[in-house]
């Protein structure tokens, strides 16, 4: 078996160490039995997901090319001014599923405390397995063998304040959508429904809802300066 380059180190089951108290796990949202075959529709990306994902590679792009410009006191206090802003991040992790686990972590903790988190909540018999954390769209590994990755905290990996990381094990067998997440009964135990997010409200409504101008005036005047001069010169005659 190939091992995944990167993946957070296995480790043998602990029995005597205490399942986490402080977090939440919902059930698989839409359906509740999975099928075998899922379409790629299933899997598309909400429009709350793809604005986030899009506004947390905005904030990277910006930090990258920001980066060679800014002081080290003016970054330092940035990064500062983040931690006061944001002291805590809300992770979700998504398995095949969906079910998901949620906790939330001091924004100064590092990318292991998650890893740490998510495999205290496996079966005893799972735990020894690798896994990778990851984010998609658009994709991006959270290796603890990248020194960026693993050296950097929550809120410098743009995690702050809140993030749904994709889980994929080692074992194929256990990236199948019609495979239970492998959580200990006592966690499973715990799983509810998943509270329906308030940004769905916010989404565009139709052109023809009430305050929202018709579009038609536009389109009359953007016509009428796209007709050629000597076609309105012929028009008078």
Known sequence: MTSLDGAEPAVQPS?????????????????SVVPQSLPDEYFTPTAAELKGAQATLSARTQALVNAPLQLRAT????????????????????????????????????????????R???????????????????KRDLKVSDPKVRDSSLAQLQLAPSSILLLR????????????????????SQAMDLPISTSQAELPTSSSSKGVPSAQPKTSQLTEKKIPKWLKLGQKK
């Open 15 to 31: 029995p005597n160490i205490p399942l986490p108290t402080d977090f939440n796990v919902y059930k698989p949202s839409n359906v």
């Open 75 to 118: 970054r330092e206090a940035a990064e500062k001014a983040k931690r006061d802003r944001w002291p805590q991040t809300t992770i979700r992790v998504r398995f095949m599923d969906r079910t998901q686990l949620e906790k939330i972590f001091p924004s100064t903790d590092k990318i292991r405390s998650v890893y740490a988190f998510v």
């Open 120 to 138: 205290n909540c496996l079966r005893e018999d799972v735990k020894p397995i690798k896994f990778i954390l990851y984010q998609s769209p658009p």
């Open 169 to 188: 094990f080692e074992d194929e067998a256990l990236n199948r959508t019609d495979v239970p997440a492998p959580l200990a009964s006592a966690i499973l």
